[in-house]
């Protein structure tokens, strides 16, 4: 055997040399199979992963307070309206949304049943204002005093989608008072948003940023300590955060009975006999645009880091500013996106045409590799080099056909997370499409995209010759005849702005491949 092993003219050392004169060529299968395998797996774990709803793991019980003796009072900006009721705000209500296109109800937040923001203190050796307390109310200022001689100034502004409450503490009294600023949302949860966004509670701190999804919350309460941060809920849209202006705060996130809770807690206060202070409380509750975020960063610190861009963010961002630049001036975000798409495809135009040219080239040298196994099947290392010596005069590689696809893919993903993000596209409509963040209600779109795929991959094996065997180039083509298929699969449940985007790539691909076709021959 050993014998049979040695001799170099032995069937074993010619299926060698031909295994290891195949590695070349292999190489692009291998990354192409990897890149399918990937993408699928994302797909699955997306599926796998989208939230569904949870029973209830808790035994804590709220208290139902009577807060029917409270007055209540709204308040309003141009961006938001509010009700407020003691020492809560709820039924927030954002002046530019809309529930659907066709509908007049807007976007409510906070606008469940015990849903709210709640800014109040703790007090030690004296009493401070409850949820039941009835305020007096006079020119927008309310006020209370308890029977230490505390008073208490309230005032609520709002300015965008930051809610403010100020509140001065007088102590009238003849001994020293300590108060312990609070303020928390109470809210149920969102199960409805995207898996490939994160939803849940959000807190701000120690400059970094900590999220928790709703089922994460199921199990178990989460704690932090940070000199100062905000803490609140995020939805696929929408965000409500609550802020002290006070140091050295504790964070708590917790669901108690079908009710999540986000509190921030500060340092208690002591105020002398004929002093006062003053504490501020910011609430925002808004889009999760990142202009607004970035505006409110002024007020609310770390709150223009709480949208999730994902992996490629550095690419997402840039992304989503020239969509919503297109679509300032076409007014459509369909058409916005095949703009950028175009757009993208112009900026690949070297690359892509390398790309065909290679392709064409690997085809025309067939011949000439089979030849070169054929010679030195029974010296591997003249063959490697035979092999290395014609890419070389041909100035190409077998992995160059496979790098404008590689270029796509943190761009497909990165293009997923701005669609999913952007509160803009929410609802954004083009043609039958009523909202292109979500999936074609028809299935359009996919199977448009799965038959361009499918014709660009037609004209690109066309004049391949090679397409029978077992060689390395016949089993990546005959891979790839399923993956116009596997896509149409996979994309049939993906937003449809993304289905579009990889769609306009397919038709701009194929003419660019003609153009560049021709000017080759």
Known sequence: MVKYLDNQNSGFNQWRAKQDAAKPRASFSRILWWTLVFMAAWWFIGVLMTPKTVRDVTNENVVVEDLSAVPTRAISSDMVSATVQGLRINDVKLSNFTV??????????????????????????????????????????YTWRNSDGVEFERKITTDGYIITVTDTIKNTGRANVTFAPYARIVRENDMKSSSGVNTGAIAYVNSDIEQETWTSLEK??????????????TDQYWETVVSLDSPDQTIRIKKSDDKYHADVAAAAVSIAPGASHTITTRAFVGPRDQDVLNAAEKSIAGIAETVDYGWFWFLARPMLWVLNGINSVVMNYGLAIIIMTILLRLLMWPLTRKSYVSMATMQKMQPELQRIQKLYANDKMRLQMEMMKLYQTHKTSPMSGCLPMLIQIPIFFALYKALLVSVQMRSAHFLWISDLAAMDPYFILPV???????????????????????DAMAQTQRMMRWMPLLFTVMFAWMPAGLVL??????IFGIIQMEMIKRKTK
Not at 458 to 464: D, G, I
């Open 501 to 506: 985007y990889w769609t306009v790539s397919n």
């Open 448 to 470: 448009l995209m799965g038959a361009t795929m499918w014709l660009q991959q037609y004209l690109q094996s066309s004049n391949t010759k090679n397409t029978s065997g077992n």
């Open 220 to 233: 178990k309460s989460y704690a932090y300590s940070t000199t100062n941060g905000f803490a609140g809920f």
């Open 100 to 141: 659907a296109p066709d509908s007049t109800d807007l976007v409510t937040l906070l606008g469940g049943d015990k849903d709210f923001i709640e800014v109040g203190y703790v007090a030690t050796g004296t009493t401070a204002p409850v949820s039941t307390t009835v305020w007096k109310e006079q020119d927008d200022t």
